[in-house]
Structures are given as structure tokens and as C-alpha cells.
């Protein structure tokens, strides 16, 4: 949300949910009716082709932001007591629990003297670390997941503002553009990475585990609402500069952690959508990083500049899930959204019920707040719309617990495979794929033309992600697809997305999926994506590359 307002700074009424006391309770989540992610706290959410997973299972959730959780307390002194209020963060999270929030959106960011995370370039705040240590961990005992958010686009709490000034430059509207621009402000580059590596390999004063182990963590933001705005014409329209800055701290995050989902926390304007204007940040070009695990929108209705219709609305958001599954294959996230001046109650019933029918993956409410900060989009314990918010999440929590398919041990497998290799349990098959196959086509896989491949490395060391495109370049319609190859040295798949693998050694066998994707028409095209593990220096572009027994070229 643009330019959210900053909350106040009195303290506020206590609960004492004691955190020690919970936690000597191992799995206990105080007031929680169980969901699908709270039987599996110890897993790590995953992408599934165009849906969340957990587990091994689809996942869906209803969720909300909270804008001021990481500054509930005094913030001095050098105790827990005379810094945070732990009995406040707990009352939240079983208030969030009661009204069946699953996931939580929430700052990780501030500059500010007061509860601020790094106040200067370099230097970061161990108290209020702590306090964050805090705050995973009762979400961990309430049964929450959470998304972080690394830093702010706007000057709330001091944004990118901050770290332009640490390199001797103004911030504010257009001006703050230059923090995504390397020639401009490399130190914003390193600022930001230092940031973000120090919070990712922090250790959990309170659970011993480090962030990017923690499961407890969704998945995280890497800014709230970046633009790379009126710089100039294309760029407002392209992204090309902003694609380059999520390309580049994206495969910075994955480089160190490779357990968590990572999204942009993109608004989603565009002319296009006939929501806001081209602001240098495309909801397709940036979101179709490799790096990026999910998309993700901010509809605001109801503003001023934006003046939509409830049908409207609807519209936009099924929109937006169609691009995001469709065209960018990718979950959405509606990661904030809300309305003022109208029937709120009214307008989410008819909000969720279309979101859920149209597929839409999760989304999370602007915002949960526990007094009265906000009285423009606030909404607090009690408040009337939550009764239809948790309906919403009862129905999100039906639809969850759908087991992805995995491939069959002897399926996938070429002729040299051993029996027992087994595909990856999150795999699964997803409808984007660009093929344009005819449904009635018949040519027998036996009867495969030529073929061409393009292979995409993003190499961080340990890991790896990989991008395949397979050309049909023959005059015959492929009907039933194996791509084969093999690594140049101990790399291992650990998940593919629209595709199914089998691995027997260095080879792989990337076979299409159950019931989508089947079939690649003249000139077509299909699309997979993996993630690897590999030993640093040892990874490459596979040689060969096989079509059915029929070597491609490569391009």
C-alpha cells in the first residue's frame, strides 16, 4: 500500500501467552483449530508448477499483514523486557490464530532510531534482531507461517530512501529510481546484500535455527512495492532495469537459501490491467525471473486514482491469476488488498468467493492491527468482515491437502535407469507450457522430428536452478515427450517443475506430465524448470540433449 501510515508508538493492553511456557510444549498451537499447514510446521512451503505445496500437498491459504508487530515494545535498554513486549506479540499472533490467518505478511525492515533493524549503513540493531527472534518463534508455537519483507520501496520506517542517502544521494518520488540502477548507486547494491545475508544466516536467539532453515519463514519479499518509475517511456513499460535488480538479489537470496520461496511483492499497476499506470515495474516481464517462486498484486479498489467497480475488481484479480498461472506459470499471491467507504463485509464475501473460484493461491489482507491505528483500512479483532474472512479460510483449507502426483519409479525411466529411482515428491504438472498442439493429435512418439534445446544455467555454487525449452523444429507432432542429458558432474535434482524427473546417476529424464503438456506441435514449444544441488565450480551446460532417442541441436 502506498505510503502506509506509521502506527503510534504507546504501549498497548497485555495477554500472557508465555512463550517459554508454550514452548516446553513441543507443537502446541494455543487456540488454533488445525489447518493443513499447522500438521506440518516442520515443512517448508514449496512451488508446485502454478500452486503453492506443503507437504507434498497443494496449499492454500487465507492471510494478513501486520504493519507494526516488530516495534511492540519500549524499544530501549539492553533486556527483552525493556525492549519488547513479548506478551503483546504473543496476544496477536493467538488473536491472528483465532480468526484462522495461516500466513502473515510483516515488515523485517526499519531505519529508524526507534525499534530500527540497521539505524546506519552496516550496523544492525542486535536488540531488535532479537525481538524478531521473538516474533518467529511464537508464530512458530501459534501455528503461522510468515513472509518477511526485506525492505520498503516507500519512505515509511526509511526505505530505500535510507540507503540512497548512506551513498550521498536524495531519495523520494522519481528520484529513489537510482537504487535499482548498479552505475548510479552500487553501494545500494551491498547494502542491500549485506542486509539481507545477515538476516537470512542469523541464528534464532530463542530456537537455535537459523532463518533460512526455519520453516516457520513462507517465503520471503524482497521489497514491498519496488518501481523503477518515470525514467523513461520503455522503461515504465519494459521493466528492463527492475527485471535486472529482481534477477540479480534474487539469485543473491537462492544463493544462500535455498529452502524458501522467494517473491518481488509487486503492486501489479499497469496500464494494461486498468489498474494505476506503467510505473517501470510489469507484473508479467519481472515476475517471470527465474528467481521468483511466486507472483503477486496489491489491489486497492476503492482509491481515488483507481475508482473500480466490485465487478471490476473481480475482473482484475482474475486477471491477474490467469497472467500469473497462464503466461508467467507461477502461484499468486494477492499480498495485500483492501476497501474503504463501502459495504467491506459485502465486498470480500463477493471478493473471496470469485478469488477462490478463479484458482487464486493465497492472499493476505491490508491489515490486522491489534488497537486502533489505522481507521482507513484497519481491521481489528472483532470486526465484522472477519467472520467472512473465516469462511474464506475454511474454504481455502478444503481445498488444500490435493496430493501432487510424482512419477512412477519405472514410468520415466530410459532404458539404462535403475528401477528404483524415484522422482521427487513436489513435482508437478502445470497447464502454461507454450505448446499449441492440437487435443487431437496422434502422431506416435516413435514418430518424433527434429528437435532443438535451450538450456538456461543460474549457477549460485551449492545450488542451481535450470530453464528448458524444447523446440519441435520437425514437420510431426510429438505425442508423449523425454527429454534426456546429463550433468557434467555430481549435480542432483530435488525439484522440476511441468515436467517429471528421473535420475540415474548424471543422467536425467525429464518426461511430461501427467495429463498436460503431452504433446509439442511443429514449431512449438514446452517448458521445464528444476532446482539442483551441485559442488561449487563443478556445474555446466549439459553436451547432449536427446528427444525421444533423437538428438537436438542446441541454441
Given at each position: 500500500?502506498h505510503?502506509?501510515?506509521?502506527?503510534?508508538?504507546?504501549?498497548y493492553?497485555?495477554?500472557?501467552?508465555?512463550?517459554?511456557a508454550?514452548l516446553?510444549v513441543s507443537?502446541?498451537?494455543?487456540?488454533?483449530t488445525?489447518?493443513?499447514?499447522?500438521?506440518?510446521?516442520?515443512?517448508?512451503?514449496?512451488?508446485?508448477?502454478?500452486?503453492?505445496?506443503l507437504d507434498?500437498?497443494?496449499?492454500y491459504?487465507a492471510?494478513?499483514?501486520?504493519?507494526?508487530?516488530f516495534?511492540?515494545?519500549p524499544?530501549?535498554?539492553?533486556?527483552?523486557?525493556?525492549?519488547?513486549?513479548?506478551?503483546?506479540?504473543?496476544?496477536?499472533?493467538?488473536n491472528?490464530?483465532?480468526?484462522?490467518?495461516?500466513v502473515?505478511?510483516l515488515?523485517?525492515?526499519s531505519?529508524?532510531?526507534?525499534?530500527?533493524?540497521e539505524?546506519?549503513k552496516?550496523?544492525?540493531?542486535e536488540?531488535?534482531?532479537?525481538?524478531?527472534d521473538?516474533?518467529?518463534?511464537?508464530a512458530k508455537?501459534?501455528?503461522l507461517?510468515?513472509?518477511?519483507?526485506?525492505?520498503n520501496?516507500w519512505?515509511?520506517?526509511g526505505?530505500?530512501?535510507?540507503?540512497l542517502?548512506w551513498?550521498g544521494?536524495?531519495?523520494?518520488q522519481?528520484?529513489r529510481a537510482?537504487?535499482?540502477d548498479?552505475?548510479?548507486?552500487?553501494?545500494?547494491?551491498?547494502?542491500?546484500q549485506?542486509?539481507?545475508?545477515?538476516?537470512?544466516?542469523?541464528?534464532?536467539?530463542?530456537?537455535g535455527v537459523k532463518?533460512?532453515?526455519d520453516p516457520?519463514i513462507f517465503?520471503?519479499?524482497l521489497m514491498?512495492e519496488p518501481?523503477?518509475?518515470?525514467q523513461?517511456?520503455?522503461e515504465?513499460?519494459?521493466?528492463?532495469?527492475l527485471?535486472?535488480?529482481?534477477?540479480?538479489?534474487?539469485a543473491f537470496?537462492?544463493?544462500i537459501?535455498s529452502?524458501?520461496?522467494?517473491?518481488?511483492?509487486?503492486?501489479?499497476?499497469?496500464?494494461?490491467?486498468?489498474?494505476?499506470?506503467?510505473?517501470?515495474n510489469?507484473?508479467?516481464?519481472?515476475?517471470?525471473?527465474?528467481?521468483?517462486?511466486?507472483?503477486?498484486a496489491h489491489?486497492y479498489?476503492t482509491?481515488?486514482?483507481?475508482?473500480l467497480?466490485l465487478?471490476q475488481?473481480?475482473?482484475?484479480?482474475?486477471?491477474?491469476?490467469?497472467d500469473?498461472?497462464?503466461?508467467v506459470?507461477k502461484?499468486?499471491?494477492?499480498?495485500?488488498?483492501?476497501?474503504?467507504?463501502?459495504?467491506?463485509?459485502?465486498w470480500?464475501?463477493?471478493l473471496?468467493?470469485?478469488?477462490e473460484?478463479?484458482?487464486g493461491?493465497?492472499?493476505?489482507?491490508w491489515?490486522?492491527?491489534d488497537h486502533?491505528?489505522?481507521?482507513?483500512?484497519?481491521?481489528?479483532?472483532?470486526?465484522?468482515?472477519l467472520?467472512?474472512?473465516?469462511?474464506?479460510?475454511?474454504r481455502?483449507?478444503?481445498?488444500?491437502g490435493?496430493?501432487?502426483?510424482?512419477?512412477?519409479?519405472?514410468?520415466?525411466?530410459?532404458?539404462t535407469?535403475?528401477?528404483t529411482?524415484?522422482?521427487?515428491?513436489?513435482?508437478?504438472?502445470?497447464p502454461?507450457?507454450t505448446?499449441?498442439?492440437?487435443p487431437t493429435a496422434?502422431?506416435?512418439?516413435?514418430?518424433?522430428?527434429?528437435c532443438a534445446?535451450?538450456?538456461v544455467?543460474?549457477?549460485?555454487?551449492?545450488t542451481?536452478?535450470g530453464?528448458?525449452?524444447?523446440?519441435?523444429t520437425?514437420g510431426?507432432?510429438v505425442?508423449g515427450?523425454?527429454?534426456?542429458?546429463?550433468?557434467?558432474?555430481?549435480?542432483?535434482?530435488?525439484?522440476m517443475?511441468?515436467?517429471?524427473?528421473?535420475?540415474?546417476?548424471k543422467?536425467?529424464?525429464?518426461?511430461?506430465?501427467?495429463g498436460?503438456?503431452?504433446?509439442?506441435?511443429?514449431?512449438?514449444?514446452?517448458?521445464?524448470?528444476?532446482?539442483?544441488?551441485?559442488v561449487?565450480?563443478?556445474?555446466?551446460?549439459p553436451?547432449?540433449?536427446t528427444l525421444?532417442?533423437?538428438?537436438?541441436?542446441?541454441?
Open positions: 500500500m505510503h502506509k501510515n506509521q502506527p503510534a508508538t504507546s504501549r493492553w497485555p495477554l500472557a501467552i508465555l512463550l517459554a508454550v516446553a507443537g502446541l498451537a494455543v487456540g488454533r488445525p489447518a493443513v499447514a499447522a500438521g506440518s510446521a516442520g515443512a517448508f512451503a514449496t512451488r508446485c508448477g502454478i500452486h503453492f505445496c507434498g500437498k497443494e496449499y491459504f492471510g494478513a499483514n501486520t504493519y507494526d508487530m516495534n511492540y515494545g524499544g530501549s535498554g539492553t533486556t527483552d523486557a525493556e525492549y519488547m513486549d513479548k506478551a503483546r506479540i504473543d496476544a496477536h499472533f493467538a491472528l490464530a483465532a480468526d484462522k490467518v495461516d502473515v505478511r515488515w523485517m525492515f531505519h529508524d532510531d526507534w525499534h530500527g533493524f539505524k546506519t552496516g550496523v544492525y540493531n536488540r531488535e534482531f532479537a525481538e524478531f521473538y516474533i518467529i518463534a511464537s508455537v501459534h501455528g507461517k510468515l513472509v518477511p519483507v526485506f525492505e520501496y519512505e515509511a520506517y526505505g530505500i530512501d535510507s540507503r542517502q551513498e544521494l536524495s531519495g523520494g522519481p528520484g537510482a537504487f535499482f548498479k552505475t548510479r548507486c552500487a553501494g545500494c547494491f551491498t547494502s542491500y549485506n542486509y539481507v545475508g545477515y538476516a537470512l544466516n542469523r541464528t534464532n536467539t530463542y530456537t532463518y533460512k532453515d516457520t517465503a520471503w519479499d514491498n518501481r523503477y518509475e518515470n523513461s517511456a520503455a515504465n513499460v519494459d521493466g528492463t532495469t527485471r535486472a535488480w529482481v534477477d540479480e538479489m534474487g537470496v537462492k544463493g537459501d529452502n524458501h520461496l522467494l517473491g518481488a511483492g509487486l503492486e501489479g499497476h499497469g496500464t494494461g490491467y486498468g489498474f494505476g499506470g506503467d510505473e517501470g510489469p507484473f508479467v516481464h519481472v515476475q517471470q525471473s527465474p528467481y521468483l517462486d511466486y507472483t503477486s489491489p479498489p482509491e481515488d486514482w483507481a475508482h467497480t465487478d475488481t473481480k475482473a482484475l484479480v482474475r486477471a491477474w491469476i490467469s500469473s498461472h497462464n503466461v506459470g502461484p499468486f499471491f494477492m499480498g495485500e488488498f483492501n476497501i474503504h467507504n463501502v459495504d467491506r463485509s459485502a470480500w464475501s463477493a473471496y468467493a470469485d478469488f473460484a478463479a484458482g493461491d493465497g492472499s493476505a489482507f491489515w490486522y492491527e486502533n491505528v489505522d481507521g482507513k483500512f484497519g481491521v481489528q479483532a472483532g470486526a465484522p468482515e467472520s467472512v474472512f473465516r469462511a474464506h479460510s475454511d481455502m483449507r478444503a481445498k488444500s490435493v496430493v501432487v502426483p510424482t512419477a512412477s519409479p519405472t514410468a520415466t525411466a530410459s532404458p535407469a535403475s528401477p529411482v524415484t522422482a521427487s515428491p513436489t513435482v508437478t504438472a502445470s502454461t507450457a505448446a499449441t498442439a492440437s496422434t502422431a506416435t512418439a516413435t514418430a518424433t522430428g527434429a534445446v535451450h538450456y544455467l543460474s549457477d549460485w555454487g551449492s542451481f536452478n530453464d528448458v525449452t524444447v523446440r519441435n520437425g510431426t507432432t505425442d515427450w523425454q527429454l534426456v542429458f546429463a550433468f557434467p558432474g555430481n549435480q542432483s535434482v530435488t525439484q517443475w511441468n515436467a517429471r524427473p528421473t535420475q540415474n546417476g543422467q536425467v529424464t525429464a518426461t511430461n506430465p501427467s498436460y503438456n503431452t504433446t509439442i506441435a511443429p514449431g512449438a514449444t514446452v517448458n521445464f524448470g528444476f532446482s539442483a544441488t551441485s561449487a565450480g563443478t556445474n555446466g551446460a553436451q547432449a540433449f525421444n532417442g533423437r538428438t537436438c541441436t542446441t541454441y
